[in-house]
């Protein structure tokens, strides 16, 4: 029985074999040329298509993620923090953690990495399957709280409550509004032994009572962090503090609030 081309695009297309049917002919010389067995060919034809899908998952779940700014661990500068052990971000990378249900504290002052390395071990966990979400903490609180006296809180909740691993960038650094700690509580109980959290602080976790502006309430939502966590305090100087040294904006020895001033 013989096949024309239209009824193998057909049937390719029907088997959502996109990648195959699209690059068919540059396959099969491809094919032809390394002398490949039946076996081997329809190896490669696969592999063709599992790295065409892997593409596209991977790039509709970059979308889905809302990251800010494109961050890899690539163009991570490590000899510029040596206070961060390399080997400890790149076992991260492999997103174990995620997949058990850990959370990730990134704890240090401003422009140190913090939220550059969330937003790459966010896009590592990605290319490893799993769903991501960033928001900073003054947005999500923001939209936990208008939810709440719009009567749909347990929507927002369940938004925020889906994604395997959820960011959560630059909490400490703006105030909450006063109901912030119990919607945030809510939020980290749903999430606890589920789901992945990792959250960037410019505060130390003896600070969250500050930050929240109710003790007891950071305590709890600390206790299901601090459960099963990773916790990496980077210590250091801004990255935008040490380019304005080397291009002679500021002297070496000037306090960084004359800086910015």
């Known amino acids: ?137 003054t947005a999500m609180v923001a939209a936990l709280a208008r939810a709440h006296q719009e009567g749909r809180l347990e929507e927002r909740l369940l938004h925020f409550s889906k994604p395997k691993l959820l960011i959560i960038d630059e909490l400490g650094y703006l105030p909450f509004e006063a109901n912030a700690a119990h919607l945030v509580f809510q939020l980290v109980s749903r999430r606890y032994e589920k789901g992945s959290i990792l959250i960037t602080s410019n505060r130390t976790v003896s600070e969250w009572g500050e930050v929240f502006g109710d003790p007891v309430a950071a305590t709890a939502i600390l206790d299901r962090l601090l459960h099963h966590s990773h916790v990496i305090t980077i210590r250091g100087e801004s990255y935008r503090l040490r380019e304005k040294r080397r291009s002679g904006l500021i002297k070496s020895n000037q306090e960084p609030s004359k800086a910015t001033s």
Not at 7 to 32: F, P, V
Not at 83 to 93: C, G, H, N, T
Not at 125 to 135: C, D, E
């Open 1 to 137: 029985m013989s096949i024309d081309t239209i009824d193998l695009d057909r049937m390719l297309g029907r088997l959502k074999l996109t990648a195959i049917r699209d690059r068919l002919d540059t396959l099969l010389d491809e094919a032809g040329r390394r002398e490949l067995s039946l076996r081997e060919s329809l190896e490669f034809f696969c592999a063709a298509e599992v790295a065409r899908k892997d593409e596209r998952r991977i790039q509709m779940g970059l979308s889905i993620a809302k990251f800010p700014s494109q961050r890899t661990l690539e163009a991570f500068d490590f000899e510029a923090q040596p206070s961060i052990d390399a080997k400890q971000i790149r076992e991260l990378a492999t997103a174990r953690w995620v997949g058990n249900g850990d959370s990730l504290l990134l704890l240090g002052p401003p422009g140190v990495g913090k939220s550059h390395l969330a937003i790459a071990l966010g896009r590592e966990a990605i290319q490893r399957g799993y769903s991501v979400l960033f928001t900073s903490a």
